[in-house]
């Protein structure tokens, strides 16, 4: 007998019920920086409790209480090195006792390439931005997928792991020489398509793709005056704007969505 096809999940009556993440548990690494601290402030304000995951920047710790306060849910401020294999389980395991379960995790924290072209990179320089950028994600990804597969209820829906990549990912940024960064988001971009095919069972697994956003993470002038030649819409990213993103990719709005990167980017890759 030829296998059946899975069934649709329930959907609510209403397509604005589809972007509630009530109810929920979310984990957001790197959550001191712009992006994460934005969407740690969006996930709250849909619904969910939060952890901020921060490394050094303490402020995820004077904002968690903010947040909760603003939208009624609990949010709290928890330090790791995303190195650390064993912390890492650690902290996923401690969000589990004291939340009792864990549905959403956003693998957003990164470094950047300062150290510019590859002739010139200090092998610990490498070593730190693959460690990061790369193989902590693969951790988090293993940790999570362990604790879905075992331990939630089954189905594609029971899990939403997001991966920040980049839009160098996908475009040359020129004309910096960033080529260890650019690979090491292209790899986590690819990783979230190869983590959408083993997680099937219990989780979906996206990736998002900002492109300039901000102050361009201290671009000088020049960089971003090629950056905004580029760009269709001719500015830079507000980091708020990367929240619908990642409560889309969380939520049930994206029931059938999975293997995805999601551009946001303002028409710099187009």
């Known amino acids: 007998m030829a296998p059946q096809p899975k069934p649709a999940p329930q959907l609510p009556p209403n397509v604005m019920d589809f972007f509630s993440l009530r109810g929920k548990v979310a984990v957001v690494t790197g959550a001191s920086g712009p992006i994460g601290e934005a969407v740690a402030e969006g996930?709250?304000?849909?619904?969910?409790?939060?952890?901020?995951?921060?490394?050094?920047?303490?402020k995820a710790v004077?904002?968690?209480?903010?947040?909760?306060?603003?939208?009624?849910?609990r949010v709290e401020a928890v330090q790791l090195d995303v190195r650390d294999y064993e912390a890492t389980k650690r902290v996923i395991e401690g969000v589990i006792?004291?939340?009792?379960?864990?549905?959403?995790?956003?693998?957003?924290?990164?470094?950047?390439?300062?150290?510019?072209?590859?002739?010139?990179?200090?092998?610990?320089?490498?070593?730190?931005?693959?460690?990061?950028?790369?193989?902590?994600?693969?951790?988090?990804?293993?940790?999570?997928?362990?604790?879905?597969?075992?331990h939630a209820p089954q189905g594609p829906n029971t899990g939403r792991f997001i991966i920040t990549s980049s839009g160098a990912a996908s475009s040359n940024i020129r004309p910096l020489d960033q080529g260890v960064y650019n690979s090491s988001k292209a790899a986590v971009k690819v990783l979230a398509r190869s983590?959408?095919?083993?997680?099937?069972?219990?989780?979906?697994?996206?990736?998002?793709?900002?492109?300039?956003?901000?102050?361009?993470?201290?671009?000088?002038?020049?960089?971003?005056?090629?950056?905004?030649?580029?760009?269709?819409?001719?500015?830079?990213g507000d980091y708020r704007e990367m929240q619908g993103a990642y409560v889309y990719l969380a939520s049930d709005a994206s029931s059938f969505c999975t293997g995805h990167d999601l551009i946001v980017d303002g028409g710099y890759t187009c």
């Open 62 to 73: 004077q904002r968690a209480p903010e947040l909760a306060k603003a939208n009624g849910v």
């Open 97 to 150: 006792s004291k939340f009792g379960k864990l549905d959403i995790w956003v693998a957003n924290a990164g470094v950047p390439q300062m150290d510019n072209t590859i002739m010139h990179v200090d092998p610990k320089v490498l070593e730190n931005i693959i460690h990061i950028n790369y193989t902590s994600v693969v951790y988090q990804a293993a940790l999570c997928g362990e604790y879905w597969s075992k």
């Open 43 to 58: 996930y709250a304000q849909a619904g969910a409790d939060v952890v901020m995951i921060y490394s050094r920047d303490d």
């Open 195 to 236: 983590l959408a095919q083993e997680f099937k069972d219990f989780a979906r697994v996206n990736s998002v793709s900002p492109g300039y956003m901000g102050d361009a993470q201290g671009a000088d002038e020049a960089e971003i005056t090629n950056a905004l030649n580029r760009q269709v819409l001719n500015r830079t």
